[in-house]
């Protein structure tokens, strides 16, 4: 499943707007309901409103919950409030991987963007 950090500033600004604007605070989201927000948002977007694409980065195998259920990386308070003073980049969670995988990146700092 895909974190709120590992995410690109896009694609966070997208899911905090989701959350604020249709009151989404599920971590699931249906294509059905993907679907709706998008055509929602175009609608906005037309008159003046922030643009955002259609979110396929999160109809991903890997993030799949269900049959057409998908989960919406919802933030944490503490991501919302480093998020919103400027800490945009995506991080990779290295809780994610093997205790060798994670002990090479360390020895050899390979990645400045980590969460540890």
Do not use: C
Not at 17 to 36: D, G, P, Q
Not at 37 to 60: A, Q
């Amino acid at each position: 499943m895909i974190d709120f950090i590992e995410l690109n500033e896009t694609q966070k600004n997208y899911v905090i707007y989701v959350m604020e604007r249709f009151k989404h605070k599920s971590n699931e989201i249906t294509l059905t309901a993907m679907k709706s927000y998008h055509e929602l948002m175009v609608y906005e977007r037309d008159k003046g409103g922030p643009k955002y694409g259609y979110p396929n980065w999160l109809i991903d195998p890997d993030n799949k919950v269900s049959k057409s259920v998908y989960h919406l990386p919802i933030p944490t308070e503490d991501d919302l409030e480093a998020f919103r003073n400027g800490d945009v980049d995506a991080k990779l969670n290295l809780d994610k991987f093997s205790d060798m995988f994670k002990e090479v990146v360390s020895k050899y700092n390979l990645l400045e963007n980590t969460l540890h």
